[in-house]
């Protein structure tokens, strides 16, 4: 039963850590997967003594983590957003010289005047131009920001989402897998006596 329960808390951390990191709250979601993909190697390998399956799963824990979250945002609002029309009035590439990166941002209008930014984590990648009308999805909640769309598409990504459930599998059959073939270390002293013999006996 422990097996099974890290095999699922896990990920799970990672799932709800890379959500948490789509809200205001975003450093803590990224502490949350932080935390989980550094546990998994350590309950894999130092406490089971599964090196293959650890590696594996610090790996997809925290690819679990750069993918669920903006897979799920995604697919959470487009789903359930409601849909408004907006007008593209403006768009800008910012340029960091210090850590030599480019984030792009789109400025918006709504039918009721109110004017918003967009980020590429709304999907804004310079790919809406200028008096472009393009669809934007609201969280009925207010709790996630909006989405934005060319036109009309509530359609879900399924490669995003498909590769999110199999990182998901992946991390939990790793530790599945080391948790039901954990060695002890007793087990991993003789298993080095057989492979290198005993210890040699320094020469006076």
């Known amino acids: 039963m422990t097996s099974l ?13 890379a959500v948490l990191a789509q809200l205001p ?17 350590i309950v894999a390998g130092a406490a089971w003594n599964r090196a293959g399956a650890a590696t594996l799963a610090a790996v997809t824990t ?15 609002v487009k789903q359930y957003g409601e849909k408004a029309d907006v007008l593209v009035t403006d768009t800008a590439t910012y340029r960091n ?15 009721t005047g109110k004017v918003q930014d967009l980020t590429e984590q709304q999907n804004c990648h310079g790919q809406f131009k200028p008096g472009q009308h393009i669809i934007l999805y609201k969280d009925p909640l ?23 459930g199999a990182l998901f599998t992946a991390t939990a059959a790793a ?30």
């Open 5 to 17: 329960l890290w095999a699922l808390a896990i990920p799970l951390a990672a799932v709800v850590g």
């Open 25 to 41: 709250w975003q450093w803590f979601g990224i502490a949350v997967v932080v935390i989980a993909g550094f546990t998994a190697p």
């Open 62 to 76: 925290f690819a679990l983590g750069l993918f669920a979250g903006p897979t799920l945002f995604e697919t959470y």
């Open 97 to 111: 010289a210090g850590r030599n990166s480019e984030r792009d941002v789109c400025r918006i209008v709504d039918t």
């Open 142 to 164: 207010g709790i996630f920001r909006p989405w934005a769309e060319a036109k009309d598409d509530r359609g879900s990504d399924t490669v995003s989402l498909g590769t999110t």
């Open 175 to 204: 530790l599945f897998y080391a948790g039901t073939r954990r060695r002890s270390g007793r087990e991993m002293d003789a298993r080095k006596l057989r492979k290198y013999g005993p210890p040699r006996r320094s020469k006076p």
